[in-house]
Each structure stands twice: as structure tokens, then as C-alpha cells.
């Protein structure tokens, strides 16, 4: 048995940045060979609207104050009942008590979001890892949580020059130039994507979720919006695809970040050809290889579409959940 460390643990400051970049990067490669974040990323992200590293992240310490477990909280605001938990363990640590501890500490800061939610509604923790990672979906279900969702990361390689695309009939795609093709992409995002599985109801009004989205894609360093496309019918927007030009994995992967199609002009191969569109900037751009995130259960048929498209599943991902407080569900299970 291995001895008994007291840890210390501590908010976020400014100078554990490349500490938490390295013990990231060390925990996914221990997992899948591949690195997480890189500083600029993981800057960005702290400064995301509305997240506070004071309040919502825990740094963990050994007795030689090495860095040896990371926690991040989520609430991303009104109704506040999806809360989200995300952690990390240096692999020299595993097993050492720290997961649990951070598992713990998600559950004790969702108290501070218990009182700003509906007092009818039911509250949830979720958290995503690697299925790959027998470790910590032990540690989730030793701690109550349920597997409730699959999701998918899917890859295609550019060995040959991608498939062209075939635009529906009264459909041009545009590059996304300046704020108002932005807004319109974001507008084009947030409706495609209120009949998805995890769509909070009662949630955000447009405005807070365009200001959020916004700071997103306008200061990830990989997100690149002059490769990403509006689908234009005349002068409303039907679809969108937002995209990154390399990856913190590779930077000769092109991403798909988000690709949504309005409920009005599916069913019309318009999903398909914003995503063969984007693979053929892609290639040429000279990167050797695409890749997105899908729910394995999306209703919509993206998963179809995906494949048809030439994309398999590269990682499979598994999302936690845990009931904190009963009442009637505010968002999509379907």
C-alpha cells in the first residue's frame, strides 16, 4: 500500500500556468500517446465569460510541492442545473486518492449553484473521460455517477483528394468575413442545436450565448474563421461550419469545431456539403487529416453523415452523470 500524503490544495494563479499545461499533457499521453492543451489554449480558456479560476479551479500539491492533480467547475449560467467537472491526475499519482479528492470538490463547490437554479428543477453533475480510461470511470461510478452518453471523436485521412461537394438547390456558402457573418454563424449554431441531447431549456437568452460563443472562436488560437462557412438561402442562414486549422494533437489536422444545419433545410445533403467543403479547404491548405466530435446517439443522423463522408471513429468518450437534487429535467434527453 502505498503511503498516506497530505495534499495541499489551492485556487488557480497565474504562475502554475505551463505546471498545469505539463500535468495535462503528461495524463492524456499516459492515456492515448497524445498531448492535451498548450498554454495559449488553456489561457483562453480561463478567461472564458462568466468562468472564474479563483472560484472554479483546484490545484493539488504534494508534501514536495509538485503539482499532482487539476480540477475545473463549470456552471455555465442560467438555469444552472447541467454543472459540469472536469480533472486530471499526473500519472506518477494514480492511485494515490487525488481523483477522488477532486471528484469530491466538484460536488462541493455545485452547492454555490444548488440555490440559483428553479427550486423545481433537478440538478446534475456530468463529466467526460476516455472510455480507454478504466481508472477513472471506476473512480466516477465508485462516487455515484452513471454512464448516460457516448460520444465520438472522428477522424479522416487525406489520402486521396477529399470528396467534392454538391450543394442543395438555392444554397451558396460563404467565408466568414467580419461580425455580422459571426453572429449569423452563431445565430445558425444555437437553432440547430435545440433538439440535441443535453440542450438546456429555460437556459440563456441569444445575446449571452453569442457573447459567449463569440469570445470562443475569436480567441481559441486554433479556430481559424476565414475557413469556416455560412450556408446562405438568399438572405437567411441555413447552416454553419466553424473550423480550426490544426490541432494542439497535430498541426496538420484541419478540426470541425461545429457544423449545425437549421431544422428548415435538413433532410437536403446541405450537412454534407458543408463538411466535404471544409475537408476540401483543408486539403488545400496541405493538411494530411480532419477531425470532429459527435453524440453517438445524435438524432439528426450526423453519425450517417459522418461516415458517408469517409470519417470513422479514432476515440470514444464517455459522459458521467450525478443526480444532486431531484425535480423535473430542464434539458433534452432525447
Same mark, same amino acid.
Given at each position: 500500500m502505498r503511503e498516506k500524503i497530505a495534499y495541499q490544495v489551492r485556487p488557480f494563479s497565474q504562475q502554475y500556468l505551463s505546471e498545469v499545461v505539463n500535468l495535462l499533457n503528461a495524463a492524456q499521453a499516459a492515456i492515448n500517446g497524445k498531448p492535451m492543451t498548450t498554454k495559449e489554449e488553456l489561457q483562453a480558456e480561463l478567461n472564458y465569460p462568466g468562468f472564474n479560476p479563483q472560484t472554479d479551479i483546484r490545484l493539488y500539491f504534494d508534501e514536495e510541492e509538485r503539482l499532482v492533480g487539476y480540477a475545473e467547475f463549470w456552471d455555465r449560467g442560467r438555469p444552472h442545473v447541467r454543472l459540469f467537472g472536469f480533472g486530471a491526475v499526473h500519472p506518477q499519482d494514480w492511485g494515490r486518492g487525488v481523483g477522488t479528492m477532486i471528484v469530491e470538490w466538484f460536488e462541493q463547490?455545485?452547492?454555490?449553484?444548488?440555490?440559483?437554479?428553479?427550486?423545481?428543477?433537478?440538478? #446534475?453533475m456530468h463529466s467526460s473521460v476516455m472510455a480507454r480510461n478504466e481508472r477513472a470511470k471506476r473512480l466516477y461510478e465508485r462516487? $455515484? *455517477?452513471?454512464? !448516460?452518453?457516448?460520444? *465520438?471523436?472522428?477522424? !479522416?485521412?487525406?489520402?486521396?483528394p477529399p470528396q467534392e461537394p454538391l450543394l442543395p438547390a438555392g444554397i451558396q456558402l460563404r467565408r466568414i468575413q467580419d461580425e455580422n457573418d459571426l453572429r449569423l454563424g452563431i445565430l445558425a449554431d444555437h437553432d440547430s442545436f435545440k433538439d440535441?441531447? $443535453?440542450? #438546456?431549456?429555460? $437556459?440563456?437568452d441569444f445575446e449571452s450565448f453569442y457573447h459567449r460563443m463569440s469570445y470562443y472562436l475569436q480567441n481559441d488560437p486554433f479556430v481559424d474563421l476565414k475557413n469556416s462557412f455560412l450556408a446562405m438561402d438568399g438572405e437567411e442562414v441555413a447552416g454553419v461550419c466553424f473550423n480550426s486549422v490544426g490541432t494542439v494533437e497535430d498541426a496538420r489536422q484541419g478540426w470541425v469545431n461545429i457544423l449545425g444545419v437549421r431544422r428548415p433545410w435538413r433532410k437536403r445533403g446541405l450537412g454534407l456539403a458543408l463538411l466535404l467543403t471544409s475537408f476540401n479547404t483543408? *486539403?488545400?491548405? $496541405?493538411?494530411?487529416?480532419?477531425?470532429?466530435? #459527435?453524440?453517438?446517439a445524435n438524432l439528426t443522423g450526423a453519425l450517417r453523415l459522418y461516415e458517408q463522408a469517409g470519417m470513422q471513429v479514432e476515440e470514444e468518450f464517455h459522459t458521467y452523470e450525478k443526480e444532486l437534487r431531484s425535480g423535473r429535467s430542464l434539458f433534452n434527453r432525447g
Open positions: 463547490r455545485a452547492q454555490d449553484s444548488l440555490p440559483l437554479a428553479p427550486a423545481d428543477a433537478q440538478v #446534475v462516487q $455515484g *455517477y452513471q454512464h !448516460i452518453r457516448t460520444f *465520438y471523436r472522428m477522424r !479522416i485521412d487525406f489520402d486521396l440535441h441531447w $443535453g440542450f #438546456v431549456q429555460e $437556459g440563456e483543408f *486539403y488545400s491548405l $496541405g493538411l494530411t487529416s480532419a477531425g470532429l466530435g #459527435v453524440d453517438s
